[in-house]
């Protein structure tokens, strides 16, 4: 699976944020072997990102290195330049079934943060993504159709 840099900074402090959260072991077992798989990555981004604070940093008084003021804003488009680079990870998704039956009061920080690794497998009764936009201006609700407020009349056109 192919994800940026950004979106795998996310995904392991979702993981991270996880780590006591009780949930059965085949399901912990693959966050486990998907942060695995993200860590030299990880690695990889904290060490380029202390090599630019290095760069066009300054030595502070307590040692600490820190971006000086006039260079802030080409460390930030130096690092949004990593963050945009795209990795390539092998694993697979994890089912958002699976994780709503362990998990089903998640926080959608915690979804966001995850979704990057989430394969979207949950039914839902509303018109699938590839039909919004599309249609009649109805919503599938209990399998009839029903109209979605202020398109009465979109399917006579």
Known sequence: MKMLVSDMLGVMQGLN?????????????????IAAKLKGSAESYEETRVELVKKMGETQADGAQRVAPGKMQAFSEALEEVHKQEIDVDTRRVSCKELSVEMPKMTMELVTRLEPILL??????????????????????????????????????
């Open 17 to 33: 944020s996880m780590a006591n959260t009780p949930i059965k072991a085949s399901l912990a077992f693959r966050f486990r072997s």
């Open 120 to 157: 979207d497998d949950v039914d839902d009764d509303v018109t699938p993504k590839d039909k919004v936009g599309k249609g009649n201006g109805k919503v599938a609700k209990d399998s009839k159709e029903v109209p979605v407020p202020g398109t009465e009349g979109a399917d006579k056109k």
